[in-house]
T-cell receptor, first 116, second 112 residues
Framework: DAGVIQSPRHEVTEMGQEVTLRCKPI?????LFWYRQTMMRGLELLIY????????DSGMPEDRFSAKMPNASFSTLKIQPSEPRDSAVYFC??????????????FGEGSRLTVL | AQSVTQPDIHITVSEGASLELRCNYS??????LFWYVQSPGQGLQLLLK??????LVQGIKGFEAEFKRSQSSFNLRKPSVHWSDAAEYFC??????????FGKGTKLSVKP
């Protein structure tokens, strides 16, 4: 079975450019998460969706960040305009519902973003 | 607020030696606890998880962890470390709303 698929794996862009990161969750998973990983702050939850609906976006840093999930098999994280401090590895993860609301997250391999 | 603390940023052990990585959590209810491993350039892979029941849980690659409610801890152990275990290890607590809160991670180096 295919795991969580993210693209691009690496992105280098210049400050002010728009960046779009893509994620395909595991088929049948109804939760999708976007995390950002940096040396300073570790793994931070940006936003998560349940059945394509955003549930908690309190981790989105600012209005330059937006995320969408138009259907159960695709999500995007967009940064416009990008800034050097956005440089990080962005992970997408998905899971199914489980009793009590918590369950194993399956992670993609990440998108490493460098903003010059 | 829920939080996870991994007090050791970097640990070095010799191959064949035992390993214990520490994790403390803060959570108001019965926690769902996880350990993940991340190899360089890779995503996170689940090692083991605790939801309820036996407080000693077994995971993949010979790892185990023990839940101690009185100490709010969920330490990861392995009796004999292999060079391939060099990676970064993350402890996480699951919230009832469904997301996970991760610790800052512990980087493990293995000496030959």
């Amino acid at each position: 079975d295919a795991g969580v698929i993210q693209s691009p794996r690496h992105e280098v862009t210049e400050m002010g450019q728009e960046v779009t990161l893509r994620c395909k969750p595991i088929s049948g998973h109804d939760y999708l998460f976007w995390y950002r990983q940096t040396m300073m702050r570790g793994l931070e939850l940006l936003i998560y969706f349940n059945n394509n609906v955003p549930i908690d976006d309190s981790g989105m840093p600012e209005d330059r960040f937006s995320a969408k999930m138009p259907n159960a098999s695709f999500s995007t994280l967009k940064i416009q305009p990008s800034e050097p401090r956005d440089s990080a590895v962005y992970f997408c993860a998905s899971r199914t519902w489980s009793s009590g609301g918590a369950g194993e997250l399956f992670f993609g391999e990440g998108s490493r973003l460098t903003v010059l | 607020a829920q939080s996870v603390t991994q007090p050791d940023i970097h640990i070095t052990v010799s191959e064949g030696a035992s390993l214990e990585l520490r994790c403390n959590y803060s959570y108001g209810a019965t926690p769902y606890l996880f350990w993940y491993v991340q190899s360089p350039g890779q995503g996170l892979q689940l090692l083991l998880k605790y939801f309820s029941g036996d407080t000693l849980v077994q995971g993949i690659k010979g790892f185990e962890a023990e839940f101690k409610r009185s100490q709010s801890s969920f330490n990861l152990r392995k009796p004999s470390v292999h060079w391939s275990d060099a990676a970064e290890y993350f402890c996480a607590v699951g919230r009832s709303q469904g997301n996970l809160i991760f610790g800052k991670g512990t980087k493990l180096s293995v000496k030959p």
